[in-house]
């Protein structure tokens, strides 16, 4: 076990090619993280969650040999599994079998906005349960777009090029939709009176 | 281990659920490319199709196939290969969406390069006349086509409006030529005070447009006269008449050979 928890995912791609067991350790790498990623960026419920999970399981699985090698293999497993989130969101939209609340249940949200904060000069005027709820609700509000290049900006921590290979946008309106996220959350924040200030220069 | 994975495994090992082969991705990737390539040629072939319908057509003389108050300009214009030419940009935008990485460049780009392409081939194409050479074997060879093309050719023939068109069959002493018309019906037509192209020589099979007046039945008095593609005549050459049904005994045909 621990020989593969040293080797790269490029190299454990290729072993599970040769045998299926080894697509284990690529699971148990990326499980967490994706897991994490489709509830920040969807809302659903654990449930839901797991269930987009496992199908982008299958699909990378299913198309390890289509995986470039030139890409990040953890872009390439985020855009699979983002746009399974997509599909599932947009299957379930209608239908009243699955539970597809929006109800992010996470606190990682005050994280997001300190970033954001020190990130365009604003400041925090309190923390609380009370902010975190109106931070997400504000996440809420803005465009999907916005909130994808959000998220995995400073919640998953990935750069302007890994962004630009998640969601298969040009790195130039990767960075014109953060630029507009950042914007339009800061004005958000300043209604909900959540900043003392916002100072954009 | 993780339920999510070890459930994943465990239906990858039971269901026999094996990666897609890397040759079916590799073929995929060709036909998306040959795809690719295959709408680039066709539209810059409609560009050069459309330049050479452009850059042919008698635009000042356009207004005399204008009927019912509608402007000639709307029955000369080459839709089907506008149409071609919306089709195939459109087709190459969205195969170039499924080459790998090719999201770096957004969809302007891709959609202004396709253009571009098409725009710069299909100038080289229209040069070379390797589109009016594409366009005349489309022609012969798809008859929907053809028979398309013939009735917006056809247009151009219009005696009401003092113009018509046809292939010489005969030349008397270069002064009167009679042509047969889209019809196959025969004309006399009085060149002898019209204006002419400076290397014009009228030669048995070539294709003449006439313009002037029709002075009696099947006499037709021409004030100018131009040259035509006698592959843009419709119905030529196999309407060429042996005889000129209706007109005096016609001349012989003078060879120009």
Known sequence: MNEFKDKTDNE???????????????????????????????????????????????????????????LKFSSWAYRITHNEA????????NKSDKNVSIDAGNDDTTSLLEILASDINIQIEAESKELQEKVRQILKKLKKKYQEVLILKYLEDKDYTEISDILKKPMGTVATLMNRAKKQFAELAQKENILKYIDHE | MNNISKNVLEKIKKDHIKPIPHWQFALLHVVVWLGLVASIVLGSFSVGIVLSEIFGTDWDHVSRIGRDGIPGIVFVLPYIWFVTLGITLFLSSILAKHIKKSYKFGPLIIMGGSVLVSMILGSILYATHASENFEQALRQNFAPYKSMQEARDGMWM??????????????????????????GQAWE???????????????????????????????FKADEIRMRNPNKIPGMPKMIPTHAPGLKPILPIVSQE
């Open chain 2, 189 to 219: 037509v009085d060149i002898e005070a019209a204006k002419k192209p400076r290397k014009f020589e009228p030669i048995i099979g070539n294709g003449i447009m006439a313009i002037g007046e029709v002075i009696e039945e099947n006499l």
């Open chain 1, 12 to 70: 454990l791609v290729v072993i599970t090619l040769q045998d299926e067991e080894n697509f284990m350790y690529i699971m148990e790498r990326y499980e967490s993280k994706l897991l994490r990623y489709v509830k920040r960026f969807t809302g659903v419920t654990n449930e839901c969650a797991e269930d987009i999970i496992q199908e982008s399981f299958f699909k990378i699985y299913r198309n390890l040999n289509d995986f470039d090698n030139k």
């Open chain 2, 158 to 183: 219009a005696p009401e409006n003092g113009m018509i068109i046809g292939l010489i069959i005969s030349i008397d002493n270069d002064t009167m030529l009679i042509i047969s018309d889209i019809t």
């Open chain 1, 86 to 93: 997509i599909n599932y969101i947009r299957k379930h939209k």
